[in-house]
């Protein structure tokens, strides 16, 4: 599963960005049953969890991530969706998206290359 993250972008602290997963060139049934996942790395930091969505649309959030970010999927286009709202200088890092599934008896753990979310106050 090859995975393109885009979104990313300079907004002011309270702004909003939507960022985007496209796992374009997948395999539909593979993307279908992956549980994919946004992390984010800020400098210095290590990579972080923010959010995931399962197969089935269950949805689990960092505690940062609660009330102000939504992971969504829309499989037809195999694309991931994070909306961020009410963004804080410390969402600024690098997000990057994630694929994990097994289908068939082939694992996937597939990576995008990151995109730069920069939030000023």
């Known amino acids: ?3 393109q993250a885009s979104g990313g972008g300079l ?3 309270g702004g909003s960005l939507r960022l985007s997963c496209a796992a374009s060139r997948s395999i539909l049934s593979v993307f ?3 549980t994919m996942h946004w992390y984010r790395q800020a400098p210095g930091k290590e990579r972080d969890l923010v959010a995931t969505i399962t197969s089935d649309g269950i949805t689990n959030y960092a505690d ?3 009330g102000r970010f939504t992971i969504s999927r829309d499989n037809a286009k195999r694309t991931v969706y994070l909306e961020m ?3 804080k ?3 600024t890092a690098v997000y990057y ?3 994990k599934a097994l289908y068939g008896s082939r694992e996937y753990d597939s990576w995008g290359q990151g995109t730069l979310v920069t939030v000023s106050s």
């Open 1 to 3: 599963v090859q995975l």
């Open 89 to 91: 200088p410390e969402d």
């Open 85 to 87: 709202g009410s963004l």
């Open 64 to 66: 940062s991530a609660k």
């Open 11 to 13: 907004v002011q602290a």
């Open 32 to 34: 279908k049953s992956a």
């Open 97 to 99: 998206c994630n694929a």
